[in-house]
């Protein structure tokens, strides 16, 4: 048996209508030493069945025995992997034409533990409709490298973007099948510990905004950026300002959600973490005085799965 250079996982839940595009523009890389792994997490429509009507060699569709879930389905996926790269693609995504080939001549021979290229954001993968967001934003810094210090801030990437060792991969545990949303910033967290990362600043992913995306359920957002705060607050403490930063962000995200005992419990970490900035303090005030009044105000945000 041949071990192929990459292993692409593609993680699959009710996505008959899009699953198949998302797979064809992965076995039509030019870059064709791989082997596609779509794991199904038990869909109730006819996912599995479309998945059983691709019959390039390369392709095997599976299904998720254990947990639940777009990160269990990655590592379910991952498990099954062989080659000595893993790249990630989503189900009703795209990747566009060159997109393995390129991110391979950066990382072949490298260094590098994992690789990511330039996303665009759209309701579809056709050349004409307008472009919703671009990732990453090119004014963060650094983008390639030990990116540790930008990616402490904020979540810009996103897994069908990425291409890890797998030995780094499976050294890190995986995807943490525990968070409710950012899986992949908190994969990249630990993956960025492990050595440089690079960038390939080109967009060669087209993202689709779903009605059901799980980006697009705030709650469970920002649980999660509370969860990956206390899991990673040693490392974020060692980034001046990131611990305010990131309780004042957390503070925000549940004001919007009406809970404002929680909203005031981050203000005051804020202000712990950086008590020489106004705009904490202020905050602090503000948040503590509404918690006293409306402590909570309902939940707002729910959102659905990907």
């Given at each position: 048996?041949?071990?192929?250079?990459?292993?692409?996982?593609?993680?699959?839940?009710?996505?008959?209508?899009?699953?198949?595009?998302?797979?064809?523009?992965?076995?039509?890389?030019?870059?064709?030493?791989?082997?596609?792994?779509?794991?199904?997490?038990?869909?109730s429509d006819d996912t599995f069945t479309t998945l059983e009507t691709i019959s390039d060699p390369r392709f095997r569709a599976v299904r998720n025995p254990g947990p639940r879930g777009a990160a269990s389905n990655r590592n379910h996926g991952a498990s099954l992997a062989c080659a000595p790269w893993i790249a990630f693609q989503d189900s009703d995504d795209v990747w566009l034409p060159g997109k393995l080939s390129k991110q391979m001549v950066q990382l072949k021979g490298s260094d590098f533990v994992a690789g990511y290229c330039g996303?665009?954001?759209?309701?579809?993968a056709d050349p004409g409709?307008?472009?919703?967001?671009?990732?990453?934003d090119p004014a963060i810094a650094p983008l390639s490298g030990h990116i540790l210090p930008s990616l402490i801030r904020s979540s810009y990437l996103s897994t069908q973007i990425l291409v890890i060792r797998r030995d780094v991969f499976e050294a890190v545990h995986g995807f943490d099948t525990n968070l409710p949303a950012l899986e992949d910033w908190e994969l990249m967290l630990r993956i960025a510990m492990e050595g440089p990362v690079a960038f390939l600043d080109e967009d060669l992913v087209i993202q689709r905004m779903s009605t059901n995306s799980i980006t697009r359920s705030d709650r469970r957002r920002v649980a999660a950026q509370e969860m990956i705060l206390e899991r990673h607050r040693e490392t974020i403490t060692g980034f001046p300002g990131m611990l305010a930063f990131h309780h004042h962000r957390l503070a925000g995200g549940y004001r919007m959600l009406g809970d404002?005992?929680?909203?005031?419990?981050?203000?005051?970490?804020?202000?712990?973490?950086?008590?020489g900035q106004p705009k904490y303090l202020v905050n602090m005030i503000r948040l503590s005085a509404l918690a006293l009044l409306w402590p909570g105000l309902g939940d707002k945000g729910e959102g659905g799965r990907s």
């Open positions: 048996m041949t071990i192929p250079q990459v292993s692409v996982v593609i993680p699959c839940y009710n996505r008959e209508g899009s699953v198949r595009e998302a797979i064809e523009s992965v076995l039509a890389q030019d870059f064709s030493d791989i082997e596609v792994i779509a794991v199904d997490d038990n869909s996303m665009l954001v759209k309701e579809n409709t307008p472009i919703i967001d671009r990732h990453p404002m005992t929680r909203a005031a419990a981050h203000a005051r970490g804020a202000w712990a973490a950086a008590p």
